[in-house]
């Protein structure tokens, strides 16, 4: 059992979000009407949307600054290891899967999107996936 922070009533687990590994602080009714409110607002609000937007952008590009500086796989060739890393840590942050395996935030991202099409597009045959 869990209290939501919004509507402080008390609720079996199953009835929170999960976020990787976490459970969220609302439950799920709360978290729907919040993202709803706040969607309501950044999108009435161009002023509002381009500011979250670029603190959004803010962060991608800070967080690929630093991958970039510390990578040490920068346009290397991506190995069954690698793939394998991260099928078994897809939750895991971005980031810090970039500086655990050497490489980049932005190459991180694109592999993701590689790896998932790769297994959908194996799924549709029938073929089971290696991961």
Known sequence: ???CVECKKEKPLSKFGRKGHLIRSYCIPCDKA???RHKALV???PTRRRKV???VNECQEANQR???SKATEHYGPWTES???FLRANWDMPR??????LGRTYASIATRKLK?????ERLAKEGEPDAS
């Open 53 to 55: 937007q670029d603190q």
């Open 34 to 36: 919040y993202k709803l």
């Open 43 to 45: 999108v009435a609000d």
């Open 115 to 119: 790896l998932k099409k790769l297994s």
């Open 95 to 100: 980031k810090e899967v970039a500086l655990h």
């Open 66 to 68: 630093e991958t970039r």
């Open 82 to 84: 690698d793939d394998a």
């Open 1 to 3: 059992m869990k209290v």
